[in-house]
């Protein structure tokens, strides 16, 4: 008897070890992995900070079920070392088994992950890098921050047609730095501009004041800057120590250097500055009003535009897993994702079907005071700008 009921123990505890391990494998199928990548630490840890805290707040509005499949997001710090962005992607492709990467601080991140993007047939969706030729390094590759030629070219047109005839450039010595002056330079120098003075300062840890003195030196009526998103505040305050802002001479460039979310810490000095960028916290749509407003009860701060690329990106991977109905695999989400348009709090944006870009309005805005806070006041709009460099292919 107790032979037999042993037995029947041993059967029944097999029979429930099965059907949990059946249930625990339909459990993981039902699980849709997001690996974000991001610099949590280091000079661009605003940049991981937004995209997350943008993400969490996506998904607190909309679910964590898209489709039938629990979304999963397993998030990595690669301090913005594409070594470690490249180790990273890797284990979470091969050990995670995710369906998706994203995030990608810097253009050298986006790169070393890019191969294995291609190798693995899984979509990786650039929530902040801004070289143009990014999408071009694999076939999976979707981009929903902005490309630096899509604003550096507007406000180079803006600095000629505004009277600006001398420019002394200060650009990070990267991939988007020497995107962002080369489109500059070609507009603003076509339309009759000189550039007297060019620096390029180092991407980690620059210090900026022996070169803010070259460019006080030239004399020029504008500095044309373009440093990652995380350091405009370094700037500005060396920008000040060197007596820049009493000096006449005016900031312009694409937005990163005046980011919102570091924008209230830069003070007086940064009043003025205008840039060409996608996106203002101070975007006037009902939208944007909501994301500002849903953030920063979130978050205590406000959203720059890192944020906006982490928020338009969760919602390019939903809706995706939706219009696919449910599939995972790396060629139908693509395929879902190409051609997607919607309604982002920066206003009206998609996805180019055939570069795979994103398509926006780039709005050129000045710094100024609102309510007592620092805002970059949008005062005319370019819509539906495509990136230049692919434009001309």
Same mark, same amino acid.
């Given at each position: 008897?107790?032979?037999?009921?042993?037995?029947?123990?041993?059967?029944? %505890?097999?029979?429930?070890?099965?059907?949990?391990?059946? %249930?625990?494998?339909?459990?993981?199928?039902?699980?849709?992995?997001?690996?974000?990548?991001?610099?949590?630490?280091?000079?661009?840890?605003?940049?991981?900070?937004?995209?997350?805290?943008?993400?969490?707040?996506?998904?607190?509005?909309?679910?964590?079920?898209?489709?039938? *499949?629990?979304?999963?997001?397993?998030?990595?710090?690669?301090?913005?070392?594409?070594?470690?962005?490249?180790?990273?992607?890797?284990?979470?492709?091969?050990?995670?088994?995710?369906?998706?990467?994203?995030?990608?601080?810097?253009?050298?991140?986006?790169?070393?992950?890019?191969?294995?993007?291609?190798?693995?047939?899984?979509?990786?969706?650039?929530?902040?890098?801004?070289?143009?030729?990014?999408?071009?390094? %694999?076939?999976?590759?979707?981009?929903?921050?902005?490309?630096?030629?899509?604003? %550096?070219?507007?406000?180079?047109?803006?600095?000629?047609?505004?009277?600006?005839?001398?420019?002394?450039?200060?650009?990070?010595?990267?991939?988007?730095?020497?995107?962002?002056?080369?489109?500059? *330079?070609?507009?603003?120098?076509?339309?009759?501009?000189?550039?007297?003075?060019?620096?390029?300062?180092?991407?980690?840890?620059?210090?900026?004041?022996?070169?803010?003195? #070259?460019?006080?030196?030239?004399?020029?009526?504008?500095?044309?800057?373009?440093?990652?998103?995380?350091?405009?505040?370094?700037?500005?305050?060396?920008?000040?120590?060197?007596?820049?802002?009493?000096?006449?001479?005016?900031?312009?460039?694409?937005?990163?250097?005046?980011?919102?979310?570091?924008?209230?810490?830069?003070?007086?000095?940064?009043?003025?500055?205008?840039?060409?960028?996608?996106?203002?916290?101070?975007?006037?749509?009902?939208?944007?009003?909501?994301?500002?407003?849903?953030?920063?009860?979130?978050?205590?701060?406000?959203?720059?535009?890192?944020?906006?690329?982490?928020?338009?990106?969760i919602h390019l991977i939903y809706e995706?897993?939706? *219009?696919?109905?449910?599939?995972?695999?790396?060629?139908?989400?693509?395929?879902?994702?190409?051609?997607?348009?919607?309604?982002?709090? #920066?206003?009206?944006?998609?996805?180019?079907?055939?570069?795979?870009?994103?398509?926006?309005?780039?709005?050129?805005? *000045?710094?100024?005071?609102?309510?007592?806070?620092?805002?970059?006041?949008?005062?005319?709009?370019?819509?539906?700008?495509?990136?230049?460099?692919?434009?001309?292919?």
């Amino acid at each position: 008897m107790f032979v037999r009921n042993k037995t029947l123990t041993l059967a029944a %505890s097999a029979a429930l070890a099965a059907a949990a391990f059946a %249930s625990g494998a339909a459990r993981a199928e039902d699980v849709f992995k997001i690996g974000l990548i991001v610099p949590m630490t280091g000079g661009q840890a605003s940049t991981g900070k937004q995209i997350d805290n943008a993400i969490k707040l996506y998904m607190q509005q909309n679910g964590d079920t898209v489709a039938g *499949k629990k979304i999963q997001v397993i998030l990595k710090d690669d301090a913005a070392l594409p070594d470690n962005t490249k180790r990273l992607a890797q284990e979470l492709i091969v050990n995670d088994k995710v369906n998706v990467i994203a995030g990608f601080g810097v253009t050298p991140a986006a790169f070393a992950a890019a191969p294995l993007a291609t190798q693995g047939k899984i979509p990786e969706v650039v929530m902040a890098a801004g070289t143009s030729i990014i999408t071009e390094k %694999s076939p999976y590759i979707v981009r929903t921050s902005f490309t630096l030629p899509q604003s %550096s070219t507007i406000i180079g047109d803006w600095a000629v047609k505004n009277g600006i005839k001398k420019v002394a450039t200060l650009t990070s010595d990267y991939a988007p730095g020497n995107d962002a002056l080369a489109s500059f *330079k070609e507009r603003f120098t076509a339309g009759g501009g000189e550039v007297v003075e060019e620096v390029k300062v180092p991407l980690q840890n620059p210090d900026f004041a022996p070169f803010l003195q #070259r460019m006080k030196d030239s004399k020029p009526d504008a500095m044309f800057v373009f440093v990652p998103a995380g350091q405009g505040g370094n700037f500005m305050k060396q920008y000040a120590e060197r007596g820049l802002d009493k000096s006449g001479i005016k900031v312009i460039g694409p937005g990163d250097v005046t980011d919102d979310d570091l924008l209230n810490d830069m003070g007086d000095a940064v009043l003025g500055a205008v840039t060409a960028h996608m996106y203002s916290a101070a975007h006037p749509s009902a939208k944007n009003k909501e994301f500002v407003a849903a953030y920063k009860k979130a978050f205590n701060s406000r959203p720059g535009f890192m944020a906006v690329g982490g928020y338009d990106g969760i919602h390019l991977i939903y809706e995706a897993l939706k *219009k696919s109905g449910g599939k995972t695999d790396g060629d139908s989400l693509l395929a879902a994702m190409k051609g997607m348009a919607w309604e982002s709090p #920066r206003g009206p944006i998609s996805i180019d079907p055939e570069t795979r870009d994103i398509v926006q309005n780039i709005y050129i805005r *000045k710094v100024e005071k609102v309510d007592g806070e620092l805002y970059n006041v949008e005062f005319q709009t370019f819509e539906a700008v495509k990136d230049p460099g692919k434009a001309k292919k």
